[in-house]
């Protein structure tokens, strides 16, 4: 008799140092200008919202939010490409909302390639709407790339 696989949850923690080598070699796979060890290092040691989601245990995404004030800043987010167009990108950009609105922030920025169409649709989805453009802001294979600035209201 076939048993049906136990559906697994989506769990959240902070992220932690022991995290790190993990996270920074999943951001690696990701991006082809990733953050190092040492900025996600830096990120906790400045005390930002960072967080990882795990599947079955295993570390499938995590994010990093910049508060100040009453505003929260998405640095960085990423979810492993194998789990890409699930809804993990959702659940992990929700949760870092929910987080910030917790902590007492009211809106959320953030900016993103223009290139990277399947996250401009996914804020979307979510309300963020487009202020403005960075000239110039990512590196790129050749020269540089914009980044458009988005904001959302979290109240």
């Known amino acids: 008799m076939n048993r049906p696989l136990p559906l697994l949850t989506v769990e959240y923690f902070p992220m932690a140092e022991s995290d790190l080598d993990a996270v920074a070699a999943l951001e690696a796979s990701l991006q082809a200008f990733p953050w190092t060890r040492g900025n996600f290092a830096d990120s906790l040691h400045a005390g930002y919202s960072a967080w990882v989601a795990r599947l079955g245990g295993e570390l499938i995404g995590f994010s990093v939010v910049m508060r100040v004030l009453d505003e929260a800043h998405l640095l960085n ?11 993990y990108g ?12 917790m ?20 804020y979307r989805h979510f309300g963020f709407r487009q202020l403005g453009v960075r000239r ?8 540089r790339e914009d980044a458009l600035v988005f904001e959302k209201e979290l109240a």
């Open 103 to 122: 902590a007492g922030t009211h809106r959320m920025f953030l900016e993103v390639r223009p290139s990277n169409a399947r996250a401009v649709e996914l």
């Open 77 to 87: 987010i990423g979810v492993a490409g194998k789990y890409q167009g699930q809804g």
């Open 90 to 101: 959702a659940r992990l950009l929700r949760n870092a909302m929910d987080a910030a609105r």
């Open 136 to 143: 110039e802001y990512y590196p790129a294979a050749i020269g």
